[in-house]
Nanobody
Framework: QVQLVESGGGTVQAGGSLRLSCAASGSTIRNYYMAWFRQAPGKEREAVAGLFGIDVPNYADSVAGRFTISRDNARNTLYLQMNSLKPEDSALYYC???????????????????WGQGTHVTVSS
């Protein structure tokens, strides 16, 4: 099993940037499809970005062109670079992982068994 711990959240003004990190332990992230999700108050958890290995990343339409997902296998860490942040990006951001043998659409949260505790992102207008 893999354990995930997110960090890097905070408060930023609209137009600013943040970089989230997700440190994995217990197993190498090479064996997992990794993704970022977010959940705003009163809303469902939604997929933000996903990545496996050197595959082409997947992004939600709402963040494409502004967010970049990446991974450092040597550090066993997943990242989410968030630029041009908007107030509607405010949410609790989660890192998630699933074994590569587990199928499913990249954005289907039900297919991810491993989750971090989340890190808060607040974007002020």
């Amino acid at each position: 099993q893999v354990q995930l711990v997110e960090s890097g959240g905070g408060t930023v003004q609209a137009g600013g940037s943040l970089r989230l990190s997700c440190a994995a332990s217990g197993s190498t992230i090479r064996n997992y499809y990794m993704a970022w999700f977010r959940q705003a108050p009163g809303k469902e958890r939604e997929a933000v970005a996903g990545l496996f290995g050197i595959d082409v990343p997947n992004y939600a339409d709402s963040v494409a062109g502004r967010f970049t997902i990446s991974r450092d296998n040597a550090r066993n860490t997943l990242y989410l670079q968030m630029n041009s942040l908007k107030p509607e990006d405010s949410a609790l951001y989660y890192c998630a992982a699933r074994e590569t043998s587990r199928g499913g659409w990249w954005s289907d949260k039900a297919t991810f068994p491993y989750w971090g505790q989340g890190t808060h992102v607040t974007v002020s207008s």
